[in-house]
């Protein structure tokens, strides 16, 4: 099975950066998915790494080092509208099935 | 293209009854995916159907079922209803192909279980 952790909730004010970590423990490994899912919404593709290294995306990056069962996602020019859960999620086979941490609420304030 | 779509949007049932969820994929996806989310936690991997087949489970008794048709479009079906099956269900499409990993999420059924 796996296990996923990250942190319950950061706050960080308009215009900083936020890094959210996510670590897991899987016996098997097939890719690390960011998602932001706003209160009352489905959710939606922020990034997706299956090698080591920094993936860039505008505002987004993320980060995985499959070594030390570690990922981030670096939020930067932080933005009201960011204000939402960030779910780190696995996938341990080639067919897509998604297994989500709780999800870390960050809270961006003027 | 059209997104992925659910519905209802909500739903209000009473413990021991049963309840269908609807699904239909983005244009061009085969794989359509069931996930539970409860309130403030993650949403959790029901199961997954691919061309009519379920093609993998997650950690749900068997009185969740679901069906895939031949356009896709998929069914979650719930019998027994238990207070703990309150949650979102959210259906997600994707596209079985090589580098296509991302799943496409609807905004998903609010079910509540009185």
């Known amino acids: 099975g796996q296990n996923i952790d990250q942190p319950t909730e950061m706050t960080a004010t308009e215009g900083a950066i936020v890094q959210i970590n996510c670590t897991y423990q899987t016996s098997g490994f097939n890719g690390l998915f960011w998602y932001q899912q706003h209160a009352g919404e489905a959710p939606t593709f922020l990034s997706y790494?299956?090698?080591?290294g920094l993936e860039e995306k505008g505002r987004f990056s993320s980060f995985l080092s499959r070594s030390k069962g570690y990922s981030y996602l670096l939020l930067k020019e932080l933005q009201m509208k960011d204000s939402a859960s960030y779910l780190c999620a696995l996938t341990t086979d080639s067919w897509g099935k998604l297994q989500f941490g709780a999800g870390t609420q960050v809270v961006v304030t003027p | 293209e059209t997104g992925v779509t659910q519905s209802p949007t909500h739903l209000i049932k009473t413990r021991g009854q049963q309840v269908t969820l609807r699904c239909s994929s983005q244009s061009g996806h085969n794989t359509v995916s069931w996930y539970q989310q409860a309130l403030g936690q993650g949403p959790q991997f029901i199961f997954q159907y691919y061309r009519e087949e379920e093609n993998g489970r997650g950690n749900f008794p068997p009185r969740f079922s679901g069906l895939q048709f031949p356009n896709y479009s998929s069914e979650l079906n719930v019998n027994a209803l238990e207070l703990d099956d309150s949650a979102l269900y959210l259906c997600a499409s994707s596209s079985r192909t090589p580098g296509a990993n991302e799943q496409f999420f609807g905004p998903g059924t609010r079910l509540t279980v009185l």
């Open positions: 790494n299956v090698l080591d």
